[in-house]
């Protein structure tokens, strides 16, 4: 591809944050003013007096303090639990000083507290930054799958990830199926929508569609889209704990000195576990695997003694509803890498 790399994603943020000096994305008084826009906190006509003052105050200053007091003054109670909640997200994120060192506090902490919908936000803009330059719209596609969740279709061998809102929204409106053309009702003349499937001879279709999210991503094995995952959660795993390591599908686990696994999702977790452990597994759960992978530490003294220098395996499933929630902090939290000195 010619000509700069494009930029994508605009509505995440990314824009408003500023890189620290180990390239981690700084807290920002902009990036703080975006959370007090959304249409949880924004004043509305019904708001009272104190909700509209404690919103201007913190727009002009949105690292400011925030006691109790002022919060059980405003009148709406709904009002008063998206100020806490905020509140105190803001203020995890102030206190670490990078969306990075937020985000790995979160789950190396006892208890997640924060809302999904936070966590996502923030592994929108994580790995917005760790794939800043590329051109590849593959790896651009793969990355949706650390912060939303997908609708999975199996169609002739093939794997076929969809995303779950837009899927939904389409099916709503449309009724005539999860991808491909569906015709939506628009109110007066019908038009379609195409949730068309990222091919190699058509995939820079993404870049005017980034924000959309109605391509198709195909994970089979061997195909583009499973590598670009690989390649994103190798960076990954880089930027977060700067260690390299190599992230390649396999289609099947054969090692009999098999010591390591972690689960991309809940699924695949329990699934690892059991066939770990040598419990059974039925037939049911063993279609719900979508993908296995062998990951090796390049430089193997990056690992835990005890398991130093064998592979550690991954997987990816769906649930019995055909839903993939990706969890990429699990890579952050869950490998077996060295006592730090």
């Known amino acids: 591809m010619n000509g700069p790399a494009p930029d994508f994603w605009p509505n995440s943020g990314y824009?408003?944050?500023?890189?620290?000096?180990?390239?981690?994305?700084?807290?920002?008084?902009?990036?703080?003013?975006?959370?007090?826009?959304?249409?949880?906190?924004?004043?509305?006509?019904e708001s009272c007096d104190a909700e509209r003052v404690l919103h201007g105050a913190l727009m002009a200053n949105p690292r400011e303090a925030v006691g109790e007091d002022r919060i059980t003054a405003l009148a709406d109670e709904d009002a008063r639990d998206n100020y806490r909640v905020m509140l105190a997200f803001r203020d995890r994120l102030v206190a670490a000083g990078t969306v990075e060192a937020c985000y790995l506090e979160i789950f190396r902490s006892t208890g997640v507290t924060i809302p999904p919908l936070f966590i996502d936000q923030?592994?929108?803009?994580v790995v917005r930054r760790v794939i800043d330059g590329t051109d590849d719209p593959f790896r651009a596609r793969a990355a949706e799958l650390l912060f939303r969740e997908q609708t999975v279709t199996l169609k002739d061998g093939a794997i076929l990830l969809g995303d779950a809102e837009t899927v939904e929204m389409l099916a709503t409106t449309g009724g005539m199926g999860s991808l491909g053309k569906l015709v939506v009702d628009s109110g007066s003349a019908s038009r379609q929508v195409d949730m068309d499937v990222l091919q190699p001879d058509t995939a820079q279709i993404y870049w005017d569609r980034n924000e959309r999210y109605d391509t198709v991503l195909d994970i089979s094995f061997a195909r583009p889209g499973l590598d670009a995952l690989c390649r994103v959660l190798e960076a990954w795993v880089r930027h977060f704990l700067e260690a390299e390591i190599s992230i390649q599908p396999v289609q099947e686990i054969n090692d009999e000195k098999w010591v390591w696994h972690l689960g991309l999702d809940a699924e695949a977790s329990a699934l690892l576990n059991d066939l770990y452990e040598g419990n059974e597994v039925d037939d049911a759960r063993m279609d719900r695997l979508l993908s296995l992978f062998r990951l090796e530490f390049k430089d193997p003294n990056q690992m835990a003694a005890e398991v130093r220098g064998k592979p550690v395996y991954l997987a990816?499933?769906?649930?019995?509803?055909?839903?993939?929630?990706?969890?990429?902090?699990?890579?952050l939290v869950n490998l077996p890498l060295a006592a730090e000195s």
């Open 15 to 45: 824009h408003l944050l500023t890189r620290d000096g180990a390239g981690h994305l700084a807290v920002t008084d902009a990036f703080l003013r975006a959370y007090l826009q959304r249409p949880e906190i924004a004043p509305i006509a």
């Open 122 to 125: 923030m592994a929108n803009v």
């Open 316 to 331: 990816l499933c769906m649930t019995a509803g055909q839903r993939l929630r990706l969890k990429p902090q699990n890579l």
